[in-house]
């Protein structure tokens, strides 16, 4: 009975340790996922934005030679803008299905409503209130954790943002630094 028992506690160890290697690559992907989309995200919507509209920062006050230390700034990625995207960007992630690779088994998020109207091949794709409402959940928590990080990198023309922030900065990516960025 002895001989018994331990074998069963030996298999029920293996068996949870499998079963959170796969929560836990689960979690992955749905974090790298959500941070990548988000950044996406961010990236068209400052491309919308007319180049040529401007915000004025700085101080108002008038300084004592009559001058104001006010500078305009592109409206794309002013603070301001980002704060405003950041606010509502997420909403986006009920625009996204998830994609299981059949050789990994890894999961990704592909956008399921193109930007342009153009038809998109969802075939394998996974598209329900659940997929959304966890890949939106994911997105807020990661703009809100990394607010800052994301206005800094935004509020410069950055190269590379998506590895940048969600591999590099914030290690949400780490075991997908090998996949190519358009599987992602």
Same mark, same amino acid.
């Given at each position: 009975? /002895?001989?018994?028992? &331990?074998?069963? =506690? +030996?298999?029920?160890?293996?068996?949870?340790?499998?079963?959170?290697?796969?929560?836990?690559?689960? &979690?992955?992907?749905?974090? +790298?996922?959500? +941070?990548? #989309?988000?950044?996406?995200?961010?990236?068209?919507?400052?491309?919308?934005?007319? *180049?040529?509209?401007?915000?004025?920062?700085?101080?108002?006050?008038? /300084?004592?030679? !009559?001058?104001?230390?006010?500078?305009?700034? *592109?409206?794309?990625?002013?603070?301001?803008? $980002?704060?405003?995207?950041?606010?509502?960007?997420?909403?986006?992630?009920?625009?996204? !299905?998830? %994609?299981?690779? *059949? &050789?990994?088994?890894?999961?990704?998020?592909?956008?399921?409503?193109?930007?342009?109207?153009?038809?998109?091949? =969802?075939?394998?794709?996974?598209?329900? !209130?659940?997929?959304?409402?966890?890949? %939106?959940?994911? +997105?807020?928590?990661? #703009?809100?954790?990394?607010?800052?990080?994301?206005?800094?990198?935004?509020?410069?023309?950055?190269?590379?943002?998506?590895?940048? $922030?969600?591999?590099?900065?914030?290690? =949400?990516?780490?075991?997908?630094?090998?996949? *190519?960025?358009?599987?992602?």
């Amino acid at each position: 009975m /002895n001989g018994w028992v &331990s074998h069963a =506690l +030996c298999l029920s160890v293996v068996l949870l340790s499998l079963l959170n290697n796969v929560l836990a690559g689960s &979690s992955q992907d749905l974090h +790298c996922g959500a +941070c990548r #989309a988000l950044v996406d995200e961010l990236e068209w919507e400052i491309s919308q934005v007319d *180049p040529k509209k401007t915000i004025q920062m700085g101080s108002f006050r008038i /300084n004592p030679d !009559g001058s104001q230390s006010v500078v305009e700034v *592109p409206y794309a990625r002013s603070e301001a803008h $980002l704060t405003e995207l950041l606010e509502r960007v997420c909403e986006k992630m009920n625009e996204y !299905g998830e %994609k299981v690779d *059949p &050789s990994t088994h890894r999961k990704s998020y592909v956008r399921v409503i193109s930007h342009d109207g153009t038809k998109m091949d =969802l075939s394998g794709t996974k598209i329900d !209130g659940d997929v959304t409402s966890t890949l %939106k959940f994911a +997105c807020e928590s990661i #703009a809100e954790e990394y607010e800052d990080e994301l206005i800094e990198f935004f509020s410069r023309e950055t190269d590379h943002v998506k590895d940048r $922030l969600c591999s590099k900065r914030t290690d =949400l990516c780490d075991h997908a630094l090998h996949i *190519p960025h358009d599987e992602l």
